[in-house]
């Protein structure tokens, strides 16, 4: 169903997932990522998704320190959305953080993906609020062996 990997920054992998999360995540808001300061991200975690040479799907992780990170930008192809690759890229995720030692997950979900989320454990925390033009949600998802 698809080989995950974690992925180097700043190598081709690294680029099609900029152009994943481009096309995804940004461009339908009228948005660019290319706009952003992407050279902070050489600090954060990448992972994804690949049929063959292609990435179908991809997500950052943001260190927060005291074993939390965030979850940015995650996204799926259109053309794979439905398939269970998101639950795939996730539950691989957290396993490769739990082996880093890290505790517990946060995120910013967009308010159509909350389901998805929820299914996958997390819980909703606080109000909606505004972030790259649409609602979202805080969400959390302790992960940890406590």
Same mark, same amino acid.
């Given at each position: 169903m698809? *080989? %995950?990997? @974690?992925i180097v920054h700043g190598s081709g992998q690294y680029r099609q997932a900029c152009l994943l999360r481009?096309?995804?995540?940004?461009?339908p808001l009228g948005l660019d990522l290319y706009d952003e300061d992407l050279e902070s @991200?050489?600090?954060?975690?990448? %992972?994804? &998704?690949f049929d063959g040479e292609e990435l179908i799907a991809c997500s950052v992780i &943001?260190?927060?320190?005291?074993g939390k990170v965030q979850l940015k930008q995650m996204a799926v192809d259109e053309a794979f959305r439905g398939k269970g690759i998101g639950r795939l890229l996730m539950e691989r995720v957290e396993e490769c953080l739990v082996v880093s030692g890290v505790g517990e997950i946060r995120l910013h979900a967009r308010e159509t993906a909350l389901g998805f989320?929820? *299914?996958? =454990?997390? &819980?909703? @925390? =606080?109000e909606r609020f505004? @972030?790259?033009?649409i609602l979202h949600r805080s969400m959390s998802k302790w992960i940890g062996s406590d």
């Open positions: 698809g *080989q %995950f990997l @974690e481009n096309a995804t995540l940004r461009i @991200e050489s600090a954060y975690r990448h %992972f994804g &998704v &943001v260190p927060l320190g005291s989320y929820e *299914q996958l =454990g997390f &819980v909703i @925390e =606080g505004l @972030e790259v033009s």
